[in-house]
């Protein structure tokens, strides 16, 4: 078969479409924790592993799934990732019961930090140096637009119909994102082998140690207000599964809008921006269960939380790409892991509150404390970082 030469919008498409399937795995199992636990007879505080799972899956399943893969090329990696992608998630549309479901989610998080490090590490160097931090954008822009389209859309698709056509349709995503890889993908082979030991000194780095503190410690927070924002707004703003359908679309709407403007932020500005979004992001959970009472109101806090959410991310993932220069084979699959680290516990922390009888109200309270713990995190990293690593180069 004769290759083409793809452009670099071309390379960028398809790999937003690869990262859109994904992430509408991942996320929209918020969307139908309702339909699971109504399905496989579980509650719906337990369905919230389905997220914590996954999350913690992809932190610590990812990295080592990256290490002993370093020595293969790029190319024949992705696309051995999204077979393994597809077949896991026809396994969850065939899922007898609840377990079965959650050792689904184990194989499909297992590939997603090293798919997504390969694509935010191809997108950058395919990038002039002043648009690498709009290609890592894009390559997260397909995470949010799955967020604005494929969440909102997965659960009217459950609510009507069966949860289980929803990862029929991931599938079928899959298989289209698995062609474009085949005939798109450069072909890339680094000049030098990627040396495991010198790569895993990024872990010295204090830079990026910092810039992981405050994932793990601050941006945790997100998802243990996220993880049941489906119960809330139909107990705050009794909405329905249609006004939850658009209460998911504004939230993917402003995840979109967040995630594009945050691109295009210079690396030298990455830091001080950073600190801005976090702190909107505390306000707005702040605020979240108090102003969702009014139905008008709950689209438009859903708007800024997804804005907030996703406003920060591709910031995070510049910092930690830009700030590992040891590490160019693992950065973007240390960003990934790590950020789903701080999802899981999120999530987790979440479900513990939950059963233990806290409200939704006291929930979304805790996770902007521990925004407001990221966004202290990040002006003392604006104070002590070395500024050299995002310079931008004339």
Known sequence: MTSIQPTRNLILAIFMISTFAIGMTEYVVTGLLTQFAAD????????????????????????????????ISPKPLLISLMGLFIVSNMMAAMAPNFETLLVSRLF????????FGLCMSIAYNIS????????????????????????????????????????????ALGVL?????????????????????????IFKNKNVLLILAIIVFGFSGVFTAYTFIEP?????????????TVAFFCFGLGAVIGNFVSGRIRPDFLTERLILALAILAMVLVAFTFMIQLTPLAFVMCFLFGAGTFGTTPILNSKIILGGKEAPSLSGTIAASVFNLANSIGATLGTLLLHSGANYRW????AAS???LGMILTIVTNKVEDKSLFAVEA
């Open 363 to 366: 929930i979304t309270i805790i």
């Open 370 to 372: 521990m925004i407001i």
């Open 40 to 71: 496989l007879n579980v509650s719906v505080s337990t369905t919230g592993l389905l997220l914590s799972v996954y999350a913690i899956s992809v932190a610590i399943f990812g990295p080592i799934l990256r290490m002993v893969t370093i020595k």
């Open 232 to 244: 809330m707004l139909r107990e705050f703003a009794g909405l329905g599964v249609t006004g939850i």
């Open 128 to 171: 002039p140096p002043t648009k690498g931090p709009r290609a890592i954008a894009a390559v997260q822009g397909g995470l949010t637009i799955a967020v604005m389209l494929g969440v909102p859309f997965g659960s009217y698709l459950g609510g009507f119909l069966d949860w289980r056509y929803v990862f029929w349709f991931i599938s």
């Open 177 to 201: 994102a698995l062609v474009g890889l085949i005939l798109c993908t450069p072909n890339q082979k680094p000049e030098i082998a990627p040396n495991l030991k010198q790569e895993l000194t």
């Open 108 to 115: 499909s998080a297992a590939m997603h930090a090293p798919f």
